[in-house]
């Protein structure tokens, strides 16, 4: 499949061919939110604690005798049914919410939804993000242009989550320029996973050639 290369200028520079075994892959929707689910999961830190009634302070004594008060009977204040008392099936920081996701279930996941996207107009490949210095004006302008040559004028109006530009290598000056935009997230390429590309609307593919390489090594 030919696809268009933009410039940061806004114009047409040539054309990449995308491999149908990577970028034309049938949708599978149970299997994108099974390792969403899990992926998610794997990132929850459970820090959420409570103390059962063997765990809280105070209780030594019986709070009054067992009869003869006309009250109902207690055998200590570390009951749950006591304010202050233990806490009864409560969260605990012990509990291990991870899930095990297999590596091809995850790589088929990615393609799936760089698939979809590319059906949908949403996978957009520039040839170069270029900056000699840290500069948002340019990085403003560049993303503009890119929007109004691909005809996908969201790419730049939209408020959040907008665009997730990925670049074949690290480059400071690149992921700088883009900072101060809050809907607009730059990384690179082989640190892409299904969740980020799920939550960005767009994905600003730079380097085409370069990536498709990476991700043909990735799922080896």
Sequence with gaps: ??????????????????????????WNGDLVHQVVTSMMSNTRQGNA??????????????????KGTGRARHGSRRSPIWVGGGITFGPRNEKDFSK?????MRNKALLTI?????????????????????????AKDALQNVAKASGEAMLFDKKRNAAYITTDTHDVNT??????????????????????????????????????????????
């Design 114 to 138: 760089l698939s979809q996207k590319l059906r949908d107009g949403e996978v957009i490949f520039i040839d170069e993000l270029a900056f000699e210095t840290p500069k948002t004006a340019q």
């Design 1 to 26: 499949m030919e696809q268009k290369i933009y410039s940061t200028a806004g114009k047409e520079v040539g054309s990449v061919k995308v491999p149908e075994a990577l970028f034309d892959v049938k």
């Design 100 to 104: 095990k996701v297999n590596k091809k």
């Design 49 to 66: 604690h409570t103390k059962d009634r063997s765990e809280v302070r105070g209780g030594g004594k019986k709070p009054w005798k067992q």
């Design 175 to 220: 992921v700088r320029s883009f900072s101060n935009f809050s809907n607009v997230k730059v990384d690179e390429f082989r640190n892409v996973n299904p969740i980020d590309i799920l939550r960005y609307k767009y994905i600003v593919i730079e380097n085409p050639q370069e990536t498709i390489t990476q991700l043909e090594a990735r799922i080896k």
